[in-house]
C-alpha cells in the first residue's frame, strides 16, 4: 500500500477498487493528481463522490491520463465530442455496458482507461461491477497459465457481432448518437495473457469481445473461452460500486473488466469519457 499524503485511500474490497477522498477534481495540484495516478494503478478503478464538473471540467480531467479515445459507433456531445452520453430512460429495453467487457478490445490500440461521471442516478440499482484481471489470471493453475501464455483472442467489435449494433437501437436515447465506423477497424488480435505496460504485472485480457482463439477450431475455444467468462469474474476477484450524482469512477481497462447492471426502471444518465491506449503486448 502507497502512502498517499494529498489524499485519502479507502480500499472498498480485497481485490480491487479504493474511494478517493479531500480531492476536488475541478481545481487539482500536479502533486495531487500524482498520487491519484499512483492509486490508480494500485487498485486498478478508483472513485470519487460528490464532485461538480462541468464537461469541460470532466474532459481537463481525463486529458492528464492521456489522449481521448473517441468511440467508433457513437458520437459524443455536440460541444464535448470527448463525452459520450451514456443515458437510460424509463422503458429502455437495452443498457449499455451490460456484459462483462474491457473497453474497445475490438480496437488494435484499446482504450486505457475509461471514466464515468454520474449526472442522474436511479433511487435503487444501476450499479456497476469490476473484476481484476490480475487476480484471474493469479488464480488460474500453473498448467493453465502455461497452456495459454502464447494464445492471442480475436476481438470483434459491435458491426461484426450478429444483431449487436441493432440492439443500440432499443436504446431509446442513444439511438441519436449512433455512427457509421467508416474505415475504422473494429477487430483485432490481443494477448490473452497481458503484460501491463506500466505496473510490469500480468493478467488475462478478456472481455466479451473476445469471440475466438486464433489458432483453434471454434468447437476447441468454446469451451475455454466460457470456462474464461466464468473463471475471470468469480465474485471473489470483484468490487461492485453504488453510484450516486457526482460520483466519478475511473478504472484501468489493461487490467480490468466491468459489467452495469439493469437491475432498474428508472433515468440513468452519465458521462462517459476514454483514454486511448497502446499496442497490449
Ligand atoms: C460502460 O460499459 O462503459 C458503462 C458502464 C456503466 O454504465 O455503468
Redesign the pocket.
Known sequence: MNNYQKITVKPITGALGAEISNVDLSALEDPTFDEIYTAFLEHQVIFFRDQTLTPGDQVAFAKRFGDIHFHPYLNGMDEHPEI?E?V?EPGDAY????TW?S?QMFNPRPAKA?M?YAKETPPVG???LFASMYLAHDGLSEGMRRMLSNVKTWNDGDRNRNGRASRYANAKSMVGQMRDPGDLVTSAAHPLIRTHPETGRKGLYFGIHAQALEGFEDNEAKPLLHYLRDHSTRPEYTCR?R?KPGSL?IWDNRCVQ????SDYTER?H?H?V?IAGDEPF
Do not use: E, N, Q, V
Open positions: 459520450l451514456i437510460r443498457t449499455f455496458g451490460s467487457h473497453d475509461t464515468l444501476g450499479d456497476t460500486f453510484w469512477a466491468h459489467k452495469a447492471l440513468r452519465m462517459r476514454t
